[in-house]
């Protein structure tokens, strides 16, 4: 099986010479998994974490399934943010030319006149749902011919609160198309969703081998919230701190936190990435911390999410999440890969409550206690008040640098905490209505009953 090649799974000769040139021969499991299927015309539902290889796991038979003759467009892959949907059709881009297909990105941000005459031109469209409504409504092009439909990282669409709009837009696509479901969870609200869009489809689940997953040490600090940027400081000044994710709730916090940074050290290069930024800025924020001209990227959830950056040392909650989900999906972006990360969490005396449930929901809470959290712990302010040398309770880890001017919060540090599990993704559960449009015949044999099969209640 390990040996399987991408010709092996059905792949055309143009797509594999495509990957070859850019060194790529082996497909990954979940490529392996999957492909054949998609290329019977089979519906999927995928359950995969970033970094899988996914893209290329429905990108490539997805090519293959589209003829350059097809009226346009001919497929379509919905995206949660505009950084996934960019980075979709850079990885597909190659593999589409190969095959003298166009595929073109449809988000905000950029000018809506362009946008569309690129996107009605292509076969393939990658598309974030809100632009993507605007554009159908605004007349730009229309998907009465899509036949194909790939959903990615479903959960985090629904988290983000898109299903009335994708319904909306299911609604408009063919009942017969071929749907691919992809998504870091298939529970709840997510694995309603993919039972309304998908019929009788082939489930499979990858998940990262046991000897490849990296252990997360897991650190919960107490702190008043004048301290809090001091206290962060000291955390991304450690000599053992690596390329950080610093996550914050507002646009406007993560600019001030970076402007912060920016005036109380000379060693933190750090850059803000949220929604208010244009394409451009989001994308050479990016790029910068992915080549290391900045190592630290404070974002927001909705910003972050897409972000798919090796070798990340440290993620830290400057601001509390919202939920359990929101916690697994910022610290996951940490201790891939085989490599060990360090997920730290800050939280003031009125958070304890909400920060402490998330940790025991999590099985941290012995981590969450240490951080002496029942004890109110003293702020900088009034450490510096006396002299600077305030007691603390807890341990830190040997080589994490120098005190800072008033002492440090109280904090804890528990080592050898594991990765959570995936949490259940939070969403609307109405299952969306499928249209009446007339059935069309799909040329692969394995669909030919597809249409019948479709007929049954939702």
Same mark, same amino acid.
């Given at each position: 099986?390990?040996?399987?090649?991408?010709?092996?799974?059905?792949?055309?000769?143009?797509?594999?010479?495509?990957?070859?040139?850019?060194?790529?021969?082996?497909?990954?499991?979940?490529?392996?998994?999957?492909?054949?299927?998609?290329?019977?015309?089979?519906?999927?539902?995928?359950?995969?974490?970033?970094?899988?290889?996914?893209?290329?796991?429905?990108?490539?038979?997805?090519?293959?399934?589209?003829?350059?003759?097809?009226?346009?467009?001919?497929?379509?892959?919905?995206?949660?943010?505009?950084?996934?949907?960019?980075?979709?059709?850079?990885?597909?881009?190659?593999?589409?030319?190969?095959?003298?297909?166009?595929?073109?990105?449809?988000?905000?941000?950029?000018?809506?006149?362009?946008?569309?005459?690129?996107?009605?031109?292509?076969?393939?469209?990658?598309?974030?749902?809100?632009?993507?409504?605007? %554009?159908? #409504? @605004?007349?730009?092009? =229309?998907? &009465?011919?899509? /036949?194909?439909?790939? $959903?990615?990282?479903? !959960?985090?669409?629904?988290?983000?609160?898109?299903?009335?709009?994708?319904?909306?837009?299911?609604?408009?696509?063919?009942?017969?198309?071929?749907?691919?479901?992809?998504?870091?969870?298939?529970?709840?609200?997510?694995?309603?969703?993919?039972?309304?869009?998908?019929?009788?489809?082939?489930?499979?689940?990858?998940?990262?081998?046991?000897?490849?997953?990296?252990?997360?040490?897991?650190?919960?600090?107490?702190?008043?919230?004048?301290?809090?940027?001091?206290?962060?400081?000291?955390?991304?000044?450690?000599?053992?701190?690596?390329?950080?994710?610093?996550?914050?709730?507002?646009?406007?916090?993560?600019?001030?936190?970076?402007?912060?940074?920016?005036?109380?050290?000379?060693?933190?290069?750090?850059?803000?990435?949220?929604?208010?930024?244009?394409?451009? %800025?989001? #994308? @050479?924020?990016?790029? =910068?911390? &992915?080549?290391? /001209?900045?190592?630290? $990227?404070?974002?927001? !959830?909705?910003?972050?999410?897409?972000?798919?950056?090796?070798?990340?040392?440290?993620?830290?909650?400057?601001?509390?999440?919202?939920?359990?989900?929101?916690?697994?999906?910022?610290?996951?972006?940490?201790?891939?890969?085989?490599?060990?990360?360090?997920?730290?969490?800050?939280?003031?005396?009125?958070?304890?409550?909400?920060?402490?449930?998330?940790?025991?929901?999590?099985?941290?809470?012995?981590?969450?206690?240490?951080?002496?959290?029942?004890?109110?712990?003293?702020?900088?302010?009034?450490?510096?008040?006396?002299?600077?040398?305030?007691?603390?309770?807890?341990?830190?880890?040997?080589?994490?640098?120098?005190?800072?001017?008033?002492?440090?919060?109280?904090?804890?540090?528990?080592?050898?905490?594991?990765?959570?599990?995936?949490?259940?993704?939070?969403?609307?559960? @109405?299952?969306?209505?499928?249209?009446?449009?007339?059935?069309?015949?799909?040329?692969?044999?394995?669909?030919?009953?597809?249409?019948?099969?479709?007929?049954?209640?939702?």
């Amino acid at each position: 099986m390990s040996q399987q090649s991408f010709a092996d799974l059905g792949v055309s000769n143009a797509v594999v010479n495509s990957l070859r040139d850019r060194g790529i021969e082996a497909p990954f499991p979940i490529q392996r998994q999957v492909i054949e299927d998609i290329l019977e015309g089979d519906d999927v539902l995928v359950q995969s974490p970033t970094g899988s290889g996914k893209t290329l796991a429905f990108g490539v038979p997805l090519v293959d399934l589209v003829e350059s003759t097809d009226p346009r467009p001919t497929a379509l892959i919905l995206a949660p943010t505009r950084e996934l949907a960019s980075q979709i059709v850079d990885e597909m881009e190659a593999i589409c030319h190969a095959r003298a297909l166009r595929i073109a990105a449809v988000y905000g941000g950029v000018g809506l006149q362009q946008q569309a005459k690129r996107a009605a031109k292509s076969h393939i469209i990658v598309a974030c749902p809100g632009r993507l409504e605007d %554009q159908l #409504q @605004r007349g730009a092009f =229309d998907l &009465e011919n899509v /036949r194909y439909l790939v $959903l990615d990282e479903a !959960d985090r669409m629904l988290d983000m609160g898109f299903k009335p709009a994708v319904d909306r837009i299911v609604r408009q696509i063919d009942d017969s198309r071929q749907t691919l479901f992809f998504s870091a969870t298939l529970e709840g609200a997510a694995g309603k969703l993919a039972a309304a869009y998908t019929i009788d489809p082939k489930t499979h689940v990858n998940r990262t081998p046991k000897e490849k997953q990296g252990t997360i040490e897991h650190r919960f600090i107490h702190v008043s919230h004048e301290a809090k940027v001091e206290t962060l400081v000291g955390e991304l000044e450690s000599p053992d701190r690596g390329r950080t994710l610093v996550f914050v709730r507002t646009k406007h916090g993560a600019d001030r936190l970076v402007k912060k940074l920016s005036k109380r050290s000379r060693q933190v290069r750090a850059v803000a990435m949220h929604g208010n930024k244009s394409q451009n %800025q989001r #994308q @050479r924020a990016l790029a =910068d911390f &992915e080549d290391g /001209r900045v190592d630290t $990227l404070v974002a927001t !959830d909705v910003a972050a999410r897409g972000i798919d950056v090796a070798d990340v040392t440290h993620v830290i909650n400057f601001d509390i999440p919202e939920d359990q989900d929101t916690f697994v999906h910022r610290v996951g972006r940490t201790g891939r890969a085989g490599a060990d990360g360090v997920g730290i969490s800050f939280f003031m005396s009125d958070q304890a409550k909400e920060m402490g449930s998330i940790a025991k929901s999590l099985g941290l809470h012995q981590e969450f206690e240490a951080s002496g959290a029942g004890f109110h712990a003293e702020s900088h302010t009034r450490q510096k008040r006396s002299g600077g040398n305030g007691s603390r309770s807890g341990t830190r880890k040997p080589g994490s640098g120098p005190s800072r001017k008033g002492g440090r919060p109280q904090q804890s540090r528990a080592g050898g905490g594991k990765g959570s599990p995936q949490g259940r993704a939070e969403g609307d559960d @109405r299952q969306g209505s499928r249209g009446g449009k007339p059935k069309r015949n799909r040329s692969n044999a394995s669909n030919r009953n597809r249409n019948s099969r479709r007929q049954r209640s939702r």
